[in-house]
């Protein structure tokens, strides 16, 4: 086993050291957590830049605030680049829920033994990683460690394209949005009963649609990957949350498929796949939904998230 080969083993280590969390780790093409690929047969990535002031990127057909507030912090980035480690989340609306806020986030990353990091969760509901793949282009590249976390679940892989075509790269000057990351606070929570009758809907209504998705969607997520790497980011696939009190085994066979998709990606690309939905401890009250955190959740897996980062920003220095 080749040095590479031990980084990316201490790794896993590492992270199931610090916290009872799955990690698929690939040894197939060995990366550096500096960026890139080790192997030397390895074609290097070639990515598309995108201009952030000028170049358009792709809209979301029906925009929201949680998408204004994304772009209003990309163009925070840019223009005041973090010193230091950033910290990134990339997910729909599960991804957006699943955390306290920035700056708990990032301050449970500190005391949890990694270093000063800034932290941002940039999810937003029904983005697509269409749509992550030109936002990625978006963050500034400092020099400093940049993880990036692609939240996957049923959801990101059932999505179509959402597009109602190119839009700027910053909030335009006549947008007046007010954001509120929470959507379901202060909300019931709604009954197992309630919650099944949601989940055989989602296999009723679009168990095809994401059959008849995956394969792009899971394409798409493997450019996101190379794009991230050859702009010098660390990527990190991420099971994004799920009540499996209401799920039960009726989703088993879709989530098997694009697992294995996911799998194919990291160990294709050397990088990590995390999964800690089972050992976060969550129960069916911290779901408003099947898939949506209330606080009581997103406490829980807030403090694994930033376990796992710093544990892979400490392996990188």
């Keep these: 086993m080749g040095a590479a080969a031990g980084r990316v083993a201490r790794t896993a280590v ?11 780790v690939a040894a197939s093409c060995l990366v550096a957590w500096a960026g890139g690929c080790a192997c030397d047969t390895q074609t ?49 609306s599960s991804g957006r829920e699943s955390t306290a806020s920035d700056e708990t986030w990032a301050a449970e990353v500190r005391e949890l033994g990694g270093p000063a990091v800034v932290a941002r969760n940039l999810s937003s509901r029904n983005k697509t ?3 992550d793949l030109d936002l990625v282009r978006l963050l500034p590249r400092t020099g400093a460690p940049t993880l990036v976390f692609i939240g996957v679940n049923l959801g990101r892989f059932t999505q179509w394209a959402y597009e109602a075509g190119p839009g700027p790269a910053t909030v335009p000057e006549h947008v007046v949005f007010t954001y509120t990351q929470h959507a379901y606070a202060g909300r019931a929570v709604l009954s197992p009963a309630e919650k099944r009758l949601r989940v055989e809907k989602w296999v009723d209504e679009r168990l ?28 990190v696939l991420l099971e994004l949350p799920r009540d499996a009190e209401a ?21 294709e690309y050397g990088i990590p796949y995390v999964d800690f939905v089972d050992d976060a401890g969550l129960v069916g009250a911290d779901f408003y939904d099947p898939w949506h955190l209330v606080e009581s959740g997103y406490v829980k897996w807030q403090r694994l998230l930033a376990r796992t980062a710093a544990g892979l920003l400490t392996e990188s220095r």
């Design 208 to 235: 095809s649609v994401f059959d008849a998705h995956v394969e792009r969607n899971t394409a798409t997520l493997a450019e996101l990957v190379r794009v991230c790497l050859a702009r010098g980011y660390e990527p």
């Design 14 to 24: 590492l992270l199931r050291r610090l916290t009872p969390v799955a990690v698929l």
């Design 44 to 92: 290097p990535v070639v990515a598309t830049e995108l201009d952030a002031d000028d170049a358009p990127i792709t809209w979301p057909g029906n925009p929201r605030p949680d998408w204004y507030h994304i772009l209003a912090v990309l163009e925070e980035l840019r223009e005041r680049p973090p010193l230091g480690p950033l910290v990134v989340l990339f997910a729909g």
């Design 247 to 267: 799920t039960g085994d009726l989703m088993d066979d879709p989530i098997a498929r694009y697992q294995r998709g996911c799998t194919e990606i990291a160990e």
């Design 129 to 131: 990683f269409a749509h």
